[in-house]
C-alpha cells in the first residue's frame, strides 16, 4: 500500500516545489495530481474539457508558449494520454467522491507558479535543502505547492472518513492571473454546493494563526493595450508621425490622476510597457499591461471605465488607436460568517493552533471569489480561510517559503470543517 500521503505531506509539497508551471502551463503538475489522486481512489476524475469549457478561460498564453510547456512536461516524463486530454492548456482536475445522501462540499485550492526567478543563497531553505526550483525563472513564490500538498491529504481523509455527502475537490489553474476561477465556476462541478472552502498559507499571518474567513478582497480587472500610431524619421520628418509612445506617457501619467470614490478603496496601475524600435524613429506601437482593483465590483468597474476614457483620450491626442483587452477579471465575493464560525471552532481545538481570527481584511485580489459568488447566489454558503506560516520575506519574492509545520495544521482544520458541515452544518 503507498504511504499516506499525511505521512509525506513535506515531501509532497517539496515535490511541487521542485517543478513550478505558469498559469495554463501546469501539465506537469497536472500529471502529479493525477497521479496522487488515482492512488487515494476516488469516485470522479476529470481533466481538461471534462472540467470546463476551454472558452471560458481568461488570460490564455499563445499557443506556442502553451505548446512549450507541454512538450518540457513530457521530457519531464509526463503521461502522453494525459497530455493529450489536457492539450492546449485544459489543466487542472477536480476529483468527486460522492459518499452518501449528505451535502455537497467543495474545496478549492490553486497550482500554478510564477515567473519568478528563486533565490540560490544558502539561508534560502529551499536550496539550502536541495528542492529549489529546477525551472529557471519559475517559482512557486505564493504557496500554491502548499495549497496542492492540502488538497490532496484533505481529500485522501474525507475518503478514508465516514463522510457523509459529495465532496468535490477543485484543483484550480491560473489563479495568479485571474483565469481559471471562472471556468470552474461555471462548470457542472459547481452546481449544487452547499459549503465552499477556500484556503491559502501565509499572508503575513504566523505559524499557529488562523483565519476563519477574509473579508474585502479587492476585486479587480487586467487589461493589455496596445497604441498603433504611424512610423516617421524621427530627424527628416518628425510631423508625419503619430507617436504611439507618446500617447503611452500620455496615458501612464493621466492614469494615476483618476480620481478616488467615496464609497470605498480603489487602484490602478501600469506595471509593465514597451514602445518603438529605434532612437530615430517615431514609434509606431506601444503596449502596456494594466490593472485595475476596487472594493467592490462596482468600484473595480468604475475604475475600469475610467481607465478606459483615459487610455482612449491619450490615443486621440496623439492621432492614434487603442485596443484595450481585458484579460481577466474576478469579482468580490465575502466569506459567509455562519461558515467561518465553523471554521474558528475547529481550529481552537486544532493542535498547532495558538491563535483563531474570526476574520481578516484580505486587501489583495483571489479569482476563488467566482466559485464563492457561484455558491452564494444558488443559496449556499462560502468562506475564504488562511492558515498562517512564517515566511521569511514577503510572497511574490525570490526568497518566499512556506513554514513545513503549518501543513498538518491545514489539513486538520480543513478536514474537520468539512466533516463537520456534513455532520451538523454550520
Not at 24 to 44: A, C, N, S
Not at 326 to 343: N, Y
Not at 401 to 412: A, F, N
Request: proline content about 4%; hydrophobic content about 40%.
Amino acid at each position: 500500500m503507498a504511504e499516506s500521503i499525511r505521512d509525506r505531506l513535506s515531501d509532497v509539497r517539496r515535490s511541487f516545489h521542485r517543478y513550478p508551471e505558469p498559469a495554463w502551463r501546469e501539465f506537469y503538475t497536472t500529471h502529479r495530481l493525477v497521479e496522487e489522486i488515482r492512488g487515494i481512489g476516488v469516485d470522479e476524475l476529470a481533466v481538461g474539457t471534462d472540467v470546463y469549457d476551454s472558452d471560458e478561460r481568461m488570460a490564455v498564453p499563445d499557443a506556442d508558449e502553451v505548446e512549450e510547456w507541454q512538450g518540457r512536461a513530457l521530457e519531464r516524463g509526463a503521461d502522453p494520454d494525459l497530455l493529450e486530454k489536457i492539450d492546449g492548456g485544459n489543466t487542472g482536475v477536480v476529483a468527486v467522491l460522492d459518499r452518501g445522501s449528505g451535502p455537497v462540499v467543495g474545496l478549492r485550492v490553486d497550482i500554478d507558479g510564477l515567473f519568478i526567478e528563486e533565490s540560490s543563497a544558502d539561508d534560502h531553505a529551499p536550496a539550502d535543502a536541495g528542492f529549489r526550483s529546477e525551472r529557471e525563472g519559475t517559482m512557486h513564490a505564493c504557496g500554491h505547492d502548499a495549497h496542492m500538498t492540502w488538497g490532496l491529504a484533505t481529500l485522501e481523509a474525507i475518503a478514508e472518513s465516514d463522510f457523509d455527502g459529495k465532496f468535490v475537490a477543485f484543483f484550480q489553474p491560473a489563479e495568479e492571473v485571474s483565469g481559471g476561477g471562472h471556468p470552474m465556476a461555471e462548470s457542472r462541478f459547481a452546481d449544487d454546493l452547499d459549503y465552499l472552502f477556500a484556503v491559502h498559507v501565509g499572508l503575513d499571518h504566523p505559524t499557529g494563526e488562523v483565519v476563519a474567513g477574509i473579508e474585502r478582497p479587492l476585486a479587480m480587472s487586467h487589461v493589455d493595450v496596445t497604441f498603433e500610431g504611424t512610423t516617421a524619421h524621427a530627424g527628416k520628418a518628425p510631423q508625419d508621425g503619430d507617436n504611439a509612445m507618446q500617447a503611452l506617457g500620455t496615458a501612464i501619467q493621466n492614469a494615476y490622476a483618476i480620481p478616488r470614490h467615496e464609497d470605498g478603496m480603489t487602484r490602478v496601475n501600469l506595471g509593465w510597457a514597451e514602445a518603438g524600435t529605434s532612437s530615430n524613429v517615431i514609434a509606431d506601437f506601444a503596449h502596456v499591461e494594466a490593472e485595475v482593483r476596487g472594493e467592490t465590483t462596482e468600484l473595480m468597474e468604475y475604475m475600469q471605465s475610467r481607465l478606459d476614457r483615459t487610455l482612449e483620450t491619450a490615443a486621440e491626442m496623439h492621432g492614434c488607436d487603442v485596443d484595450i483587452d481585458v484579460r481577466s477579471k474576478s469579482p468580490r465575493a465575502d466569506s459567509d460568517p455562519e461558515l467561518a464560525e465553523v471554521v474558528a471552532d475547529v481550529a481552537r481545538d486544532v493542535e498547532g493552533v495558538e491563535t483563531v481570527l474570526p476574520s481578516a481584511d484580505f486587501g489583495a485580489s483571489e479569482d476563488a471569489t467566482f466559485l464563492m459568488e457561484r455558491v452564494q447566489e444558488d443559496g449556499g454558503l462560502a468562506t475564504y480561510l488562511i492558515v498562517g506560516t512564517d515566511h521569511p520575506t514577503s510572497h511574490h519574492t525570490p526568497t518566499f517559503d512556506v513554514d513545513e509545520r503549518s501543513l498538518p495544521i491545514g489539513v486538520d482544520v480543513l478536514v474537520e470543517s468539512i466533516l463537520a458541515v456534513a455532520d451538523d452544518g454550520p
